[in-house]
């Protein structure tokens, strides 16, 4: 007999789950490893605590390997000694070493063997594209999408005049610059490791390309592009800015993260996930007023989608059949509704699902306080049709390109490298990287 998750297409139910007590020991026990850590890696220990609440049949334990990277590595280390997680979370950088190591069972597979009917058509395309092979088959649960947003202090902008969301850099800029001239001693909170939402994020909204072959989805001979674009100005912009004190790097090697420093008052303005809107709220000092909007463009610009952020759910070969049935258990959980209501507000991540997304919207939740700005996210993610240069990066290795960039950014900001050179230098070691990764899987092809 099927079992269908009817409430995946379904309006949100005000009836809470009715969880049954834990037994002492679970029939089948299984791992799950993700790569948050803090606030986020707490939501996470509560869900997987309220999964095993909800049934006796399985017991799901779960193992943060603090971030993403580390959890990419500690998998794949983990899969060659035969002792691999049933579950793990891989980020968006990890899809391309996923979809190429035939390591994985695919989720469609897996819950269709198990007794689940899913509509997968209900899920965000931009999301699910990421995660789904040329065709369309989408190998991997979507579990905590996000995208990058611009926050800033209310009271700050309106000290100085500025009333509403700054929308373009030219705005930003001149809010900084007002903001330093009144006293503010750090007007933009940058973390020139961040390359995420500080070039990555501005080349997709700018529909610039970071790679040849749309950015990687075309085939595994791809060279990187970013040093061609406009983030090479970009990264001039970021010099000058910092220079002048308008910008103030904010780190964990320099002490105090950018969020931190945003959330403390310290700084005025930031660029951050839309996941951490739940933490900021929390964590904000009392006094510190703030909000959120999409990423600024320059004028005279055409916004364009940016990219999803965050990472799905990837099944692994090797584990038993008791085990894959209690990952179709978890994944049938998670989307639930109302525990994907849940996920949402705790955290900040976005709804997978468009019926999700829809039912929140009709039921007032982005009209709250502590919420609202939250659907700018999906504002951002569907501001246009995902392009060539906006439907993601398919990269092989790419946290080792992430580096490069990091290391370019650094260069520029502290060592005074011309931009051009520092990001010339970044793409050839970029581009050895991904031959390195061609030749390791010589013959094959993206799915």
Not at 19 to 41: H, I, M, N, Q, R
Not at 137 to 161: C, I, Q
Not at 422 to 433: G, H, K, T, V
């Amino acid at each position: 007999m099927m079992k269908t998750n009817w409430l995946l297409g379904a309006a949100l139910s005000a009836t809470a789950l009715t969880f049954v007590a834990s037994p002492a020991a679970a029939a089948t026990k299984f791992e799950f490893w993700y790569g948050l850590s803090g606030d986020l890696s707490e939501r996470v220990q509560e869900m997987c605590s309220r999964f095993n609440a909800s049934q006796a049949d399985y017991e799901i334990v779960c193992v943060s390997q603090e971030n993403y990277e580390n959890n990419l590595q500690n998998t794949i280390a983990a899969f060659r000694a035969n002792k691999q997680p049933t579950v793990t979370q891989i980020s968006d950088g990890g899809v391309v070493d996923l979809m190429l190591s035939g390591a994985f069972v695919p989720v469609r597979e897996l819950m269709e063997k198990n007794g689940y009917q899913i509509d997968w058509s209900n899920y965000f395309s931009g999301i699910s594209s990421y995660f789904s092979t040329s065709k369309g088959e989408l190998l991997a649960m979507p579990f905590n999408s996000s995208t990058a947003m611009f926050y800033y202090n209310t009271d700050a902008l309106k000290a100085v005049g500025f009333e509403g969301a700054p929308q373009t850099w030219e705005q930003v800029e001149k809010i900084a610059r007002d903001l330093k001239a009144a006293g503010y001693e750090c007007p933009i909170a940058f973390d020139p490791t961040g390359t995420w939402q500080w070039f990555e994020q501005f080349s997709a909204v700018h529909n610039q390309p970071i790679a040849s072959n749309g950015n990687g989805y075309g085939g595994l001979d791809a060279v990187v592009e970013f040093n061609k674009g406009k983030f090479v100005d970009q990264l001039g912009w970021f010099k000058k800015m910092t220079d002048e004190g308008l910008m103030v790097h904010k780190s964990k090697a320099a002490g105090e993260t950018a969020n931190d420093a945003f959330t403390a008052g310290k700084c005025q303005m930031s660029s951050s996930s839309v996941a951490d809107h739940g933490s900021f709220a929390k964590q904000a000092k009392e006094g510190v007023h703030w909000d959120v909007t999409v990423l600024p463009v320059w004028e005279g610009t055409e916004r364009h989608n940016s990219l999803v952020g965050g990472a799905a759910l990837w099944t692994l070969k090797g584990k038993t059949e008791e085990e894959y049935k209690g990952a179709a258990a978890f994944y049938n959980f998670i989307a639930l509704p109302a525990e994907a209501q849940h996920w949402s507000t705790i955290t900040g991540y976005i709804p997978v699902t468009n019926s999700g997304f829809e039912a929140m919207k009709a039921a007032g939740f982005y009209d709250a306080a502590p919420y609202k700005g939250r659907e700018l996210a999906i504002q951002s993610l569907t501001a246009t049709p995902p392009g060539e240069y906006t439907r993601g990066i398919r990269l092989g290795n790419f946290g080792a390109v992430r580096q490069e960039v990091a290391k370019a950014m650094q260069s520029v900001i502290f060592d005074g490298t011309d931009p051009q050179k520092a990001l010339d230098d970044a793409a050839a070691r970029s581009n050895e990287i991904l031959r390195k990764f061609e030749q390791t899987y010589k013959g094959q092809q993206l799915p």
